[in-house]
T-cell receptor
Framework: NAGVMQNPRHLVRRRGQEARLRCSPMKGHSHVYWYRQLPEEGLKFMVYLQKENIIDESGMPKERFSAEFPKEGPSILRIQQVVRGDSAAYFC?????????????FGQGTRLTVV | AQTVTQSQPEMSVQEAETVTLSCTYDTSENNYYLFWYKQPPSRQMILVIRQEAYKQQNATENRFSVNFQKAAKSFSLKISDSQLGDTAMYFCAFWGGNDYKLSFGAGTTVTVRA
């Protein structure tokens, strides 16, 4: 059973370009979470999705960021018109159910560098 | 909102010795879960140990054990017989009640010296 797969592992974008980060959850998992880790900091929650639904996006910046988890295919975190401050590691986690009585499994993250 | 505090940015320990990492949290929830995650230089987030708040017994996982003090809202991690492979950043995390997300502390960098 493959783990949570994120790609690409490293992504370099120029200011103003778009970044698309992909996350394939573990088999059988229908709950996906995105976190952002700035240098020397802990992970900060961004958004929680189930298939075709955004459940909680309270950690997402109001502009330029969006996320989706379609019925088929991976979850996508999209950042439009990237700025230097978007440079960070973005982690995806998945779980078989939602809520705290489960375990979230993390991918290896995508390191986004904006130049 | 839940807050998780790790007051030790860095810790250093000699190989084979013991190191304890501190973590405190703030919550009004009664039912919640606490976690310690390890992040080695590869950046992979690895679950080290998990504690259910309703269990009084402290969780243990091989060389890793916790001291869970619910009334004090404290959740420390003890690494015994430290190994070079334990060198990593360690994050304390909280997941409470019907919340959908983990709340992480800022992390403690542990360096094991040969």
């Amino acid at each position: 059973n493959a783990g949570v797969m994120q790609n690409p592992r490293h992504l370099v974008r120029r200011r103003g370009q778009e970044a698309r980060l992909r996350c394939s959850p573990m088999k059988g998992h229908s709950h996906v979470y995105w976190y952002r880790q700035l240098p020397e900091e802990g992970l900060k929650f961004m958004v929680y999705l189930q298939k075709e639904n955004i459940i909680d996006e309270s950690g997402m910046p109001k502009e330029r960021f969006s996320a989706e988890f379609p019925k088929e295919g991976p979850s996508i975190l999209r950042i439009q018109q990237v700025v230097r401050g978007d440079s960070a590691a973005y982690f995806c986690a998945s779980s078989p159910t939602g809520g705290s009585n489960t375990e979230a499994f993390f991918g290896q993250g995508t390191r986004l560098t904006v130049v | 909102a839940q807050t998780v505090t790790q007051s030790q940015p860095e810790m250093s320990v000699q190989e084979a010795e013991t190191v304890t990492l501190s973590c405190t949290y703030d919550t009004s929830e009664n039912n919640y879960y606490l976690f310690w995650y390890k992040q080695p230089p590869s950046r992979q987030m690895i679950l080290v140990i998990r504690q259910e708040a309703y269990k009084q017994q402290n969780a243990t996982e091989n060389r890793f054990s916790v001291n869970f003090q619910k009334a004090a809202k404290s959740f420390s991690l003890k690494i015994s017989d430290s190994q070079l492979g334990d060198t990593a950043m360690y994050f304390c995390a909280f997941w409470g009640g019907n919340d959908y997300k983990l709340s992480f502390g800022a992390g403690t960098t542990v360096t094991v010296r040969a």
